[in-house]
């Protein structure tokens, strides 16, 4: 597989303190909207290094796992992640503009563009246009491929009320299985 790659993921939590500002109801979707969701923990490996996970209780801890971050996609090739095009990408940055995180470098959002991230869900679905399902979660894609998942069955819904601790456990499981699909999608989706 291709050196240079920064395989990664993120777990968010909502901004309670912005709950009167949510319209749609359920205060705990609000850590799946890119105005009302924090980053509360950040997994990334650098090829086939360790998975190593940054949590945040609060804005400073934040920041300071936006900034490592950044420090570590400005030395990388390339990103790799499942769905970072549709949702961790974007949070990344509103999360970095909010705090006042320089971005370090920019991501290409440009659909079908490969140049600076691999988003494995959106190369696996062609974008929404293969037959089937628009897109499958990465646990279901893994378990279909034969991929073991370190948290089980827990899902993100589940992850909004962890400990911290267990959380970064999570977020560990969710970069590992990525590098794992990534390096089984290799020499087929992606090169």
Same mark, same amino acid.
């Given at each position: 597989?291709?050196?240079?790659?920064?395989?990664?993921?993120?777990?968010?939590?909502?901004?309670?303190?912005?709950?009167?500002?949510?319209?749609?109801? %359920?205060?705990?979707?609000? #850590? =799946?909207?890119?105005? @009302?969701?924090?980053?509360? /923990?950040?997994?990334?490996?650098l090829?086939?290094?360790?998975?190593?996970?940054?949590?945040?209780?609060d %804005?400073?801890?934040?920041? #300071? =796992?936006?900034?490592? @971050?950044?420090?570590?996609? /400005?030395?990388?090739?390339?990103?790799?992640?499942?769905?970072?095009?549709?949702?961790?990408?974007?949070?990344?940055?509103?999360?970095?503009?909010?705090?006042?995180?320089?971005?370090?470098?920019?991501?290409?959002?440009?659909?079908?563009?490969?140049?600076?991230?691999?988003?494995?869900?959106?190369?696996?679905?062609?974008?929404?246009?293969?037959?089937?399902?628009?897109?499958?979660?990465?646990?279901?894609?893994?378990?279909?491929y034969?991929?073991?998942?370190?948290?089980?069955?827990l899902?993100?819904?589940?992850?909004?009320?962890?400990?911290l601790?267990?959380?970064?456990?999570?977020?560990?499981?969710?970069?590992?299985?990525?590098?794992?699909?990534?390096?089984?999608?290799?020499?087929?989706?992606?090169?």
């Amino acid at each position: 597989m291709t050196s240079n790659i920064l395989f990664f993921d993120i777990e968010t939590r909502p901004i309670t303190e912005r709950a009167d500002h949510w319209t749609k109801g %359920d205060v705990s979707k609000m #850590a =799946l909207d890119v105005d @009302f969701a924090k980053v509360a /923990a950040l997994g990334y490996a650098l090829d086939a290094e360790p998975v190593k996970v940054l949590v945040a209780g609060d %804005d400073n801890a934040e920041r #300071a =796992l936006l900034r490592e @971050f950044y420090a570590k996609f /400005a030395d990388c090739r390339r990103l790799c992640g499942y769905n970072v095009l549709g949702y961790d990408m974007h949070i990344i940055l509103r999360r970095a503009f909010t705090l006042g995180v320089k971005p370090t470098r920019h991501f290409d959002f440009r659909r079908y563009s490969q140049h600076d991230v691999i988003d494995l869900m959106q190369l696996f679905y062609n974008w929404g246009t293969t037959p089937g399902p628009r897109y499958r979660g990465l646990k279901a894609v893994c378990q279909l491929y034969g991929i073991d998942i370190p948290a089980g069955d827990l899902d993100g819904a589940q992850s909004l009320t962890l400990p911290l601790n267990e959380l970064a456990e999570y977020c560990r499981s969710d970069v590992h299985i990525t590098r794992e699909l990534a390096r089984k999608m290799h020499g087929w989706y992606w090169w």
